[in-house]
């Protein structure tokens, strides 16, 4: 066990940032692939969304699929010097592979991590958000020394193929990031994580089938009810209202200023919705963060494969204090700051 005693100031060790990893699916689903199967055109989509491909689960391909393949490269980012000290997994994701048990324990026993803690953070598009909460607090109250923490969806199978307003929007992914115990002011420290909800706003967007509410009925799921309904336009406003609010708190429990933000990451939901938030917080166009136009909104999975993409791609570098943020179903939501440390993603 290599974990410090405490942080800086006596206080409990930060969790850092060690590695980094992400995986899409192969073959990306471009607007014109869609447009021939739904009454929508490329023109709509890039306009309205700021999407133009996607990738999307093969058949057969689960959430742990994508889990694994994310979860070893971040691990092969943060070198065997952390990747081995790995004592929890902690795997954010709304499309489990199964409705019991839960996936983490079988990705955690696939990565070869042996009998360490695993368990699933459920907080939609929040996920990786709430997931670095989770993690952070498994390290700060001394449960786990190192997290591999898994952000993983396969949303398009919560989808309803013949929905144009959903289908063109969401998509499939993973990302996952290694958290070791560390010093609050060394690069990769990840800042108070903001979080909140609003269940009075649950209908919004919401799989109505498959749950216990359904089954307790003694009724069979409607036709439909597998899906996801999403009411667009009011959960475009929240989206917007919460990401800002969100994100003013996280930079003040940091203690910092909306100037001192170098990169703005927020949850890849709508390139509209990211340009609007940004604006709310003065955020110039040179610092946000996207990769929307050729991965779509992949729920939990969005927020670490944009840091991991923005990485590889040079727009996110050791130093940046980089500004989080995420809202979706639930109503859930979040945000934190993070000074990008000199991790080269796997
Ligand atoms: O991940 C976090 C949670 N999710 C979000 O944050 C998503 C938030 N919402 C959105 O991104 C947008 O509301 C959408 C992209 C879903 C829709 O964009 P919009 O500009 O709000 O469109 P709308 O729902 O108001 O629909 C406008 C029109 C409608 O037609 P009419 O009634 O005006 O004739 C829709 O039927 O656009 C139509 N429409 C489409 N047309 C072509 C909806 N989807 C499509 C489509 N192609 N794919």
Partial sequence: MNRPLEGAGGGPPASVIAG????????????????????????????????????????????????????????????????????AVVLATTTPDRACPATAPEVAWRLGLGTVAAFDVSAVC????????????????????????????????????RDRSTAVIFADGAGAVVLRAGRPDEPGAVGPVVLGS???????LEVPGGGS?????????????????????????????????????AVKAAGCGLA???????????????TTVAEHLGIPEDR??????????????SIPLLLADSATDGSLT?????LLTAFGAGLAWGAATVQWPDVKPG
């Fill in 126 to 161: 929040s996920g990786f958000l709430y997931g670095l909460a989770t993690a952070t607090g498994l390290i700060t109250a001394g449960t786990a020394d190192r997290v591999l923490l898994i952000a993983a969806d396969a949303f398009t199978t919560l989808v309803d193929p």
């Fill in 198 to 204: 609003d269940g009075s706003l649950a209908g919004l």
């Fill in 213 to 249: 509410r359904q089954r307790a009925s003694g009724e069979p799921a409607r036709p439909g009810d597998e899906f996801l309904r999403m009411a667009g336009r009011d959960t475009y406003r929240h989206a917007v209202e919460r990401m800002a609010d969100a994100s003013r708190r």
């Fill in 318 to 322: 050791a130093g940046h204090r980089v």
């Fill in 20 to 87: 980094i990893g992400a995986y899409v699916p192969p073959n990306p689903v471009t607007n014109h692939d869609l447009s021939l199967r739904l009454d929508t055109s490329d023109e709509w989509i890039r306009s309205r969304t700021g999407i133009s491909s996607r990738h999307m689960v093969l058949p057969g391909q689960a959430t742990s699929d994508l889990a694994v393949e994310a979860g070893r490269r971040a691990l092969e980012s943060a070198g065997p010097e952390h990747a081995e000290g790995v004592d």
């Fill in 260 to 274: 001192d933000i170098d990169r703005l990451a927020a949850h890849q939901a709508n390139a509209r919705i990211l």
């Fill in 288 to 301: 946000r963060l996207s990769n929307i136009d050729r991965n779509g909104n992949t729920v939990a999975a």
